[in-house]
């Protein structure tokens, strides 16, 4: 084989291998990423069918896909989509190590209603670009960070949730309120959304391993 020609291999081979990590790199990013996109939909449905049931839950003899009983008592059942979604989450890192929060910032003075899904910096910034009407509904963000003393690498992902009609029972108009006095079926003020506007996001932090 000709100097010429082997240095084409070598300066082929050399270039391959630089390259391998990167492309290792990418591809578990990708992972990532659609990890982050079945999590996310996972969670709205349950989320959602909490919200979109919440009637069925909480009257008395009340069945899925029947109407609801008028005559029947209403009584809170300690089950909204909020609650039920951050005991999904909790329980999910348990046995994952992949953290989810519901993070918040709540709206006007009243704040988040759970101080567990406080957004940290990071989650602030995302969600001032989701809160933009130039930003495509729908869409979620994901990065490599490296966070801690150590700079251990995670990947992060978070996802804009928006108002839909089925959050108006908890989270609208207080003039609405089931118990006449502002508040919702769980005790919380009602912090008056209209629909589509941003409630919050589903955050998720991955261990990169």
């Known amino acids: 084989m000709k100097i010429s020609a082997r240095r084409g291999v070598l300066v082929v081979l050399i270039f391959s291998l630089c390259f391998l990590p990167l492309k290792d790199s990418l591809a578990q990013i990708y992972d990532y990423e659609r990890m982050s996109h079945a999590i996310v939909n996972m969670l709205n449905v349950a989320t959602n069918f909490v919200a979109e049931n919440i009637d069925v839950i909480n009257t008395h003899n009340a069945k899925l896909g029947e ?8 009584s809170y059942k300690g089950i909204n989509p909020e609650g039920f979604a951050t005991l999904i989450g909790k329980e999910f890192t348990l046995r994952t190590g992949i953290l989810i929060k519901f993070v918040s910032t709540g709206k006007g003075k009243l704040g988040p209603r759970n101080k567990y899904n406080v957004p940290d ?5 995302q969600m001032l670009k989701f809160a933009d009407i130039r930003y495509p509904r729908g869409v979620g963000y994901g990065e490599v960070q490296k966070v801690g003393a150590t700079y251990r690498l995670v990947y992060r992902y978070i996802y804009p949730l928006y108002i839909e009609p089925s959050c108006l029972k908890c989270h609208g108009d207080p003039s609405t309120s089931p118990t006449k006095d502002g508040k919702d079926i769980t005790g919380h003020f009602m912090e008056d959304y ?13 261990p990169i391993e």
Do not use: A, V
């Open 121 to 125: 910096d990071w989650e602030k910034d």
């Open 194 to 206: 209209r629909l589509g506007e941003l409630r919050g996001t589903i955050s998720l932090t991955f």
């Open 67 to 74: 109407p609801i009983p008028r005559d029947q008592p209403y």
